[in-house]
C-alpha cells in the first residue's frame, strides 16, 4: 500500500497570509490526526478527523482549521499566519478504531516570513 | 493534565552497551502507549506498542502502572539504532497522541 503522502512539501509564505496544507492518507484509513513540530515545542496534536467529523482538538487557537473529505483526505488551514507558526506539519492516519498505530506523513515545511 | 517526561535529551552509548530511555506519563485513564522513533531522513514510525507486547529490533518496553513509567530498553546497542525517540500515549478510542520531548540516542562505534 501506498504510503501516507503530504503536499506541499515546502511552503514559504508571508506574515498575515493564510495557508492549506493536504495530506492523503493510507488507502482504507479514515482518520487522520495533525501535528505540528518545532524544536522548542517539540510534536504537539493539532486535531483529528474520522468520517468526516472531527473529533479531537488539541490546543491551538482558531487560526487553526481543517476537514476532512469523503475520500479520507484531509486539508488543514492557517490563517492569518504569524512567525511562531514556522513549523513542520505532519499528518498521520490510522484505521481509526479505538488507539490504532499512526503512520506518519513526511510533513510539509512551512516557513513564514 | 496530561503529561509526558522524557527526561534525557541525549544518550549517548557504545555499540553493545545495554540502553534504557526513560518515558513517565501523566494521564487520566488508562491510555495505550506507544514508542515512536525518526532515523535521520525518515518519517517518525511506530517502534512498539504496549498492548501488542512485541519486541522490535531488540527493543522492549515495559509498563510500571505504579510509577506511570513505560521505559524503552535494549540489552546490546547496534549503530543503526540511533535515532530520535519519542514517547506517546494515546487517548483512548482517538487518533490523538501525546508525546515526550524525544530522546536522541546516539551510538558510538
Known amino acids: 500500500k501506498a504510503g501516507v503522502t503530504q503536499t506541499p512539501r515546502y511552503l514559504i509564505k508571508t506574515r498575515g497570509q493564510q495557508v492549506t496544507l493536504s495530506c492523503s492518507p493510507i488507502?482504507?484509513?479514515?482518520?487522520v490526526s495533525w501535528y505540528q513540530q518545532t524544536p522548542g515545542q517539540g510534536l504537539q496534536f493539532l486535531f483529528e478527523?474520522?468520517?468526516?467529523?472531527?473529533?479531537n482538538k488539541g490546543n491551538f487557537p482558531g487560526r487553526f482549521s481543517g476537514r476532512q473529505f469523503s475520500n479520507s483526505r484531509s486539508e488543514m488551514n492557517v490563517s492569518t499566519l504569524e512567525l511562531g507558526d514556522s513549523a513542520l506539519y505532519l499528518c498521520a492516519s490510522s484505521q481509526g478504531q479505538g488507539t490504532d498505530t499512526q503512520y506518519f506523513g513526511p510533513g510539509t515545511r512551512l516557513t513564514v516570513l | 493534565a496530561q503529561r509526558v517526561t522524557q527526561p534525557e535529551k541525549l544518550l549517548s552509548v557504545f555499540k553493545g552497551a545495554p540502553v534504557e530511555l526513560k518515558c513517565n506519563y501523566s494521564y487520566s485513564g488508562s491510555p495505550e502507549l506507544f514508542w515512536y522513533v525518526q532515523y535521520s531522513r525518515q518519517r517518525l514510525q511506530l517502534l512498539l506498542r504496549?498492548?501488542s507486547r512485541e519486541s522490535i529490533k531488540g527493543f522492549t518496553a515495559d509498563l510500571n502502572k505504579g510509577e506511570t513509567s513505560f521505559h524503552l530498553k535494549k540489552p546490546f546497542a547496534q549503530e543503526e539504532d540511533s535515532a530520535m525517540y519519542y514517547c506517546?500515549?494515546?487517548?483512548?478510542?482517538?487518533?490523538?497522541?501525546?508525546f515526550g520531548q524525544g530522546t536522541t540516542l546516539q551510538v558510538k562505534p
Open positions: 504496549h498492548i
Open positions: 488507502s482504507g484509513h479514515r482518520s
Open positions: 478527523y474520522f468520517s468526516e467529523t472531527q473529533r
Open positions: 506517546a500515549p494515546g487517548s483512548g478510542n482517538t487518533g490523538k497522541l501525546i
